[in-house]
């Protein structure tokens, strides 16, 4: 659990970094790699929390 909020963090700080540069230099890749950290970091929640639900539906 502590491992996951951790790189959740990690992908939300690297996508944040990544606009902030998109932002300074106008570069598209930064842009689209922000965009897909993002996407990224949003998948892996939405999974995260299937699998909590899931596990309260089956043990109670």
Do not use: C, D, H, P
């Not at 992908?11 to 970094?17: E, H, Q």
């Not at 842009?31 to 998948?43: Q, S």
């Amino acid at each position: 659990m502590a491992a996951f909020r951790v790189l959740m963090l990690l992908m939300l700080v690297a996508s944040g970094a990544s606009f902030v540069l998109y932002a300074a230099t106008g570069q598209m890749r930064f842009r689209k790699f922000g965009i897909r950290v993002l996407l990224g970091a949003i998948a892996a929640a939405l999974v995260f929390f299937a699998v909590l639900i899931a596990e309260n539906l089956l043990a109670g």
